[in-house]
């Protein structure tokens, strides 16, 4: 094995558009399931509004029930804001705290109802919660490789929010592309002039894609740095605060292909992979 990559398994964001509700003992035993495999953290609940995403309303339950205790593998919560990540620091099994910072203002404003000043100031509140409390806070840049609502994108304003979030005392940030918009240009140029100037920040990617067009990302973010990604099993999910049709997660699969095929570490059990996998198919009716 030439290197080893971290992967985040996404039923949160699997789930999360869903308009037919998955009962909480379905969610718990998809979610025992996935702490077999050997994932490296699991993001599999938020406190969030439960009129925005009434599929979470039962996270509390979720992560109450769960048998994480004998897993390696580390558990995310998405937050919004300081009165969710209250209540997400209660759980002792809650490594990390997720906050989505879109450097988009029409989507934060969709996406969390706030602005980005706003949200900035969310965010060192929600940091020094962590601290207090023995988290670790993963702040997602949202709409990183561009947006749909015509406001102002190039990568400087990436690198910019980057070194602004790194002044607050974060060392986890994933770079989201929220609506699929990516590619290997951009994808190579951000992780290559990131991740050698912020050396104390670990970067991740949560690249929203079509299947045609996941391996292409992966690779291209995988040979510039990036040793984290972000996926779902079956490109599962999206983000239903973006658009009407779902532009799904990266599947799984396909960057377990990669790393098998290029003889990178995974920690990947094949057989509770596989065991996962068939489990989503009953959960997942579409799957």
Known sequence: MNTTVKITECPRDAMQ??????????????INQLLKVGFDTLDCGSFVSAKAIPQLVDSTEVFEQIESSNSK?????????????????????I????????????FQQRNTNSSIAESLVRVQEIQNLCVKNNKELLVYISMAFGNPYG??????????WAEKLRSLGIKSIALADTIGVSN?????????????????????????STPETAMEKIEAAYNSGCKKFDVAIGGL???????????????????????????????????????AQQLAKIIFPTH
Request: proline share 3%; with cysteine; aromatic share 10%.
């Open 184 to 208: 290997q240009e951009n994808i190579s140029y951000l992780f290559k002039n990131l991740i050698p100037a912020f050396s104390d920040i670990e970067f991740g990617a949560h690249l929203h």
């Open 237 to 275: 999910g999206g983000c239903p605060m973006a658009a009407d049709d779902l532009t799904g997660n990266m599947a799984t699969e396909q960057l377990y292909a990669f790393l098998v095929k290029h003889n990178i570490n995974s920690g990947i059990n094949n057989i509770e992979f596989e065991k």
């Open 151 to 160: 406001d102002d994108w190039n990568s400087e304003i990436v690198i910019k």
């Open 73 to 93: 593998t580390k558990l995310l919560a998405i937050i919004a804001n300081s009165r969710g990540a209250e209540d997400a620091v209660k759980h002792k099994n």
């Open 95 to 106: 490594t990390y705290l997720g906050f989505p910072f879109s450097i988009s203002e029409t």
């Open 17 to 30: 558009g869903l308009k037919e509700f998955i009962p909480t003992h379905k969610k718990i035993e998809y």
